[in-house]
């Protein structure tokens, strides 16, 4: 099944897969209750993956979702 938002629309608030915990409110990420010291691009990759286990992003994507849409690198 495949999930589609519209504009505007957010995602949950947090998403929990196995023993990893990803609270985008806090913008924390935690394995087994430990908190991962992430930085923002880290988290964005991470929040990206989670939101859509199993998808295979091209190279233009990952860019995309870590650095944004403008980033000429």
Do not use: C, Q, W
């Not at 929990?16 to 209750?33: M, P, Q, R, W, Y």
């Not at 990759?45 to 939101?51: E, N, V």
């Amino acid at each position: 099944m495949v999930l589609r938002r519209m504009p505007g629309e957010r995602g949950p608030d947090m998403i929990t897969l196995g023993k990893l915990t990803v609270n985008f409110l806090k913008h924390e990420a935690s394995l087994d209750g430990k908190v991962i010291p992430l930085t923002e691009i880290e988290f964005k990759l991470l929040g990206a993956l989670i939101r859509e286990p199993g998808r295979v992003f091209s190279r233009a994507e990952i860019i995309d979702k870590a650095l944004g849409y403008g980033f000429e690198g």
